[in-house]
């Protein structure tokens, strides 16, 4: 008995057999349903590559050494970073069925090494926004979608679980490559960290996209009574036809206020820090490592809860957590060291939630088949709450004169999640009876 694959135009693998039957089927070297759990590692590695864009206040201080800028111009390379990686994302969900995901892959991680490296060559700040901000950016939003996607399509019955691990790597990255980059910066100086940088994370990603191929369409494990059901068969019919659903407008409104709240809150960490607690900036540096650690726990948590809950239920549970931590900043004196580390680390806590349970429950409320487009399509809502955060939480600053203000709006936000979940998603389930 023998098993090969055959790939078509799609990168979709094709499984044929002689006298095979499809637990032969074999993942490196492994039967099918052990060795797809390695689908995860590999999309950890490449996601810690490309979650190196969240370390970008490590070269900050030097490029303005180096280039004579002030802090606001410094900013200009990460606010296009993200700007470009919200953009791309939905517009590469449409490519991956169309090029397969390891050209995807191999794509953005090329884009993303690039533009590192032309980075390091720029001699102004524009052109340092142009090559890191944009071209880096726009990788980072090719590549970002295509390990989630292999990981949903091998591991049906788990997805939640799945696509939480995977993306795990995202969130913990700063927390290995910006010490990594801080001491080849000492060590090597700004620009041959990011040169290094680029080649390292070009070879690492397009080496692992040979890896991260997708499963036969029709491939489903052995067990597959363990697969969750759609929670409703009418949502999934109508998949292509997205924005005539009303759990579609549930999920982004709910996705963009998770993201709105918590890329405020990372945005301000280390400031509320310094200002509302009176802590030394090591110190708040030091806090926001721990909040970090909490953002990426978050993550295999929620999804695993998004796929054996209801939606409101999941989406209620994160938002009532972000009450609680507006809460305690809210009503605790100024200084209080341990308010302030509990309701930042469920704040980011939340943050990470959301990007887990946002691909998992686009997986369980529309076609699956279609995940890759339509998680590009919900995946705006993180854009929309992304920009909106930053401007935001620096008007109220300046025009209030303090941080504190921020949480009550926060908390806000959070309720009206709250009703949303409640109504739209809540709604969704009484129409699938």
């Not at 054996?308 to 605790?332: E, N, W």
């Not at 930053?390 to 908390?411: H, K, N, P």
Request: aromatic share 12%; glycine share 12%; charged share 10%.
């Amino acid at each position: 008995m023998f098993a090969k694959f055959i790939s078509n135009s799609n990168d979709t693998s094709l499984l044929t057999a002689t006298g095979a039957s499809e637990a032969d089927f074999t993942l490196f070297g492994q039967p099918a349903r052990q060795g797809r759990w390695l689908f995860i590692p590999l999309g950890i590695l490449v996601l810690l590559c490309l979650g190196t864009v969240y370390s970008w206040s490590i070269f900050r201080k030097p490029l303005e050494a180096e280039l004579g800028i002030p802090t606001a111009d410094s900013l200009l390379p990460y606010t296009f970073a993200l700007v470009f990686y919200a953009a791309l994302m939905p517009i590469t969900g449409f490519v991956i069925p169309r090029w397969g995901s390891r050209r995807v892959l191999a794509l953005g991680g090329s884009i993303v090494g690039l533009g590192y490296i032309l980075a390091s060559f720029a001699n102004t700040i524009g052109w340092v926004t142009l090559s890191y901000g944009a071209l880096a950016g726009a990788g980072v939003g090719i590549a970002y979608g295509v390990p989630m996607v292999v990981v949903a399509r091998w591991l049906p019955d788990r997805k939640g679980l799945a696509v939480g691990l995977t993306i795990i790597g995202f969130g913990l990255s700063p927390l290995i490559t910006a010490p990594l980059a801080n001491y080849w910066i000492e060590a090597l100086g700004v620009r041959s960290t990011l040169r290094l940088l680029g080649i390292l994370f070009g070879v690492v990603i397009v080496a692992l996209s040979t890896q991260l191929k997708l499963p036969p369409t029709d491939w489903i494990p052995v067990r597959a009574e363990s697969i969750p059901a759609q929670i409703s068969g009418h949502f999934s019919s109508h998949s292509s036809a997205l924005f005539k659903t009303r759990s579609f407008y549930g999920l982004w409104i709910c996705y963009a206020i998770g993201t709105l709240i918590g890329l405020s809150a990372i945005g301000i960490s280390s400031p509320v820090g310094e200002e509302l607690i009176g802590l030394d900036p090591t110190l708040a540096a030091s806090s926001v490592a721990l909040f970090a650690i909490f953002n990426g726990l978050s993550r295999p948590l929620f999804g695993w809860l998004a796929d054996h809950f209801q939606p409101h239920q999941v989406a209620t549970g994160s938002y009532g957590l972000v009450i609680l931590a507006c809460g305690l900043m809210m009503v605790s004196p100024q200084g209080s060291l341990v308010s302030y580390w509990v309701a930042f680390s469920l704040l980011w806590f939340c943050l990470g939630g959301w990007l887990a349970m946002a691909p998992t429950l686009t997986l369980r409320l529309f076609n699956p088949a279609r995940y890759a487009q339509n998680y590009g399509v919900v995946f705006t809502a993180y854009g929309v709450g992304a920009l909106t955060g930053t401007m935001i939480t620096g008007q109220i600053r300046d025009w209030l004169g303090s941080y504190s203000y921020i949480f009550y709006g926060m908390a806000v936000l959070a309720i009206l999640g709250i009703l949303v979940a409640n109504v739209f998603l809540r709604e969704m389930m009484v129409e699938a009876k």
